[in-house]
Nanobody, 115 residues
Framework: QVQLVESGGGLVHSGGSLNLSCVASGSIGSRNVMAWYRQAPGQQRDLVGSCSSWGTPQYVAAVEGRFTISRDNAKNIVYLQMNDLKPEDTGVYYC?????????WGQGTQVTVSS
């Protein structure tokens, strides 16, 4: 089993920054993909970006140039640095780990960006 715990959400003004963290524990394999998703109120959960344990981060167009994903593989932590936040970035942010045996989700952390 894998457990994921996100933290770092909060309320910021437009143009502000937040740094989210996701700590993974349990049966974490050496080859995995860690990703961030977000879900706005009344909307589906959408991918923000991902990073494999062997590759470089990839992002959706809406956050490219503003968000940065980084990993500490030794500690099984993935970060999401969010800069120049906009009201449309508001939502619950979820961490996901994809391994050969399955996918695991965290409980989410709320990010609210005021205009």
């Amino acid at each position: 089993q894998v457990q994921l715990v996100e933290s770092g959400g909060g309320l910021v003004h437009s143009g502000g920054s937040l740094n989210l963290s996701c700590v993974a524990s349990g049966s974490i394999g050496s080859r995995n993909v860690m990703a961030w998703y977000r879900q706005a109120p009344g909307q589906q959960r959408d991918l923000v970006g991902s990073c494999s344990s062997w590759g470089t981060p990839q992002y959706v167009a809406a956050v490219e140039g503003r968000f940065t994903i980084s990993r500490d593989n030794a500690k099984n932590i993935v970060y999401l640095q969010m800069n120049d936040l906009k009201p449309e970035d508001t939502g619950v942010y979820y961490c996901k780990v994809q391994q050969p045996e399955g996918a695991y989700w965290g409980q989410g952390t709320q990010v609210t960006v005021s205009s």
